[in-house]
Structure formats: structure tokens, C-alpha cells
């Protein structure tokens, strides 16, 4: 169990992830049948910001900020001031996350652009460091290379889907809209 639980925090990234895809699950178990597309997104999206977003940057604050020389041991690096930036930053993320939860699609937006920049610039970071340095440490080599590719992508694939099925059921998908502004 200890294991587990090591496991789990270590690869918070995709520990969170997970956990959204099953709070979105009972969420949606939660629902009344038949459920439209727009539901599934609307679940999906929401809970996959609470996690992966708001909770998985206020972890990520809490770990750089108070922890931070064993954050950088764990990625491969030497303790910095640094440290206590980047765990602000994403003091920042998560707070942002946390309003888009259940907010407007622009909010989601601002929620998933910003994280999207930051991990996609970090996982371009991970590989330099791989290849200049051969750092294979876990946290930067391991789990969290592919979560700071995969997260943005999930990201932008659910807001496609945020408007490709829209809330209103007599509303036609978004992309299908025909222009009547001639």
C-alpha cells in the first residue's frame, strides 16, 4: 500500500487525471438518461479542470513552495529561489482553475491556455535535459514528460468538444453553423 501511495504522489499528474475521469464518471451516474454529448463534455471538461488543473497546480504550489529542495532533487536540479516562482505561478493556475470549474467556456480557455504553455515549455525543457545532461530522474523523465504533453492536448481536444456541443439542445453544434451574415 505504502508503494501505492508513493506512486500516486509522485505521479500526481496522472494520479489527478485519473481521479477527474472518475469524478466525471459518478458525475455522469448521476445524471438522468438519456445523456446528451453535452453532458459527457460538460462532465468530462469540468472535472478534468478541477484535477488536473486547479488541484494538480495548488499541489504543485504547495510542492515548490514549502518542499521545494525536494522538488528539485526529485526532477534532477539543484535547489533555487526558483523554486518558490515556479510554485507561485501555479498558485495562480489553480486559482484560475478553480473559477473555470464551473465556469464560462472563456474561463476554461484561460484555464487550460495558460497550464497548456507552461507544461508543453517544460516538457520541451525535460528533453533538453535529457539529451544535453541524460537526466532521466523520475520527475523529469519519468511520468510528468508525458502528462506535460498529454495534459494540454486533453485540454484543448475537450474545449473542441465544449463547442462542438453546445448546452441547448435545440442548438446546432457549433462547426456545422451555417454564415447568415450576407
Do not use: K
Request: aromatic share 12%; glycine share 10%.
Amino acid at each position: 500500500m505504502a508503494g501505492l501511495i508513493r506512486f500516486a504522489l509522485e505521479n500526481i499528474t496522472l494520479t489527478l487525471l485519473v481521479l477527474g475521469l472518475v469524478a466525471s464518471a459518478a458525475s455522469l451516474l448521476a445524471t438522468p438518461r438519456p445523456r446528451t454529448a453535452h453532458a459527457v463534455v460538460e462532465a468530462v471538461i469540468s472535472y478534468f479542470i478541477l484535477f488536473s488543473i486547479a488541484l494538480g497546480y495548488f499541489y504543485n504550489f504547495a510542492v515548490h513552495v514549502f518542499f521545494g529542495e525536494m522538488a528539485a532533487r526529485f526532477i534532477g536540479w539543484a535547489d533555487s529561489p526558483f523554486q518558490r516562482e515556479v510554485g507561485f505561478a501555479s498558485l495562480g493556475f489553480a486559482a484560475v482553475g478553480f473559477l473555470a470549474f464551473r465556469g464560462s467556456f472563456d474561463s476554461r480557455v484561460a484555464a487550460i491556455v495558460g497550464p497548456a504553455c507552461f507544461l508543453l515549455g517544460a516538457a520541451g525543457g525535460h528533453i533538453i535535459e535529457i539529451i544535453n545532461r541524460g537526466n532521466l530522474a523520475p520527475g523529469n523523465a519519468g511520468v510528468i514528460l508525458y502528462t506535460d504533453i498529454l495534459l494540454p492536448v486533453i485540454g484543448f481536444a475537450l474545449l473542441w468538444l465544449e463547442r462542438r456541443y453546445p448546452h441547448r439542445a435545440d442548438e446546432e453544434p457549433r462547426t456545422a453553423r451555417a454564415d447568415t451574415s450576407a
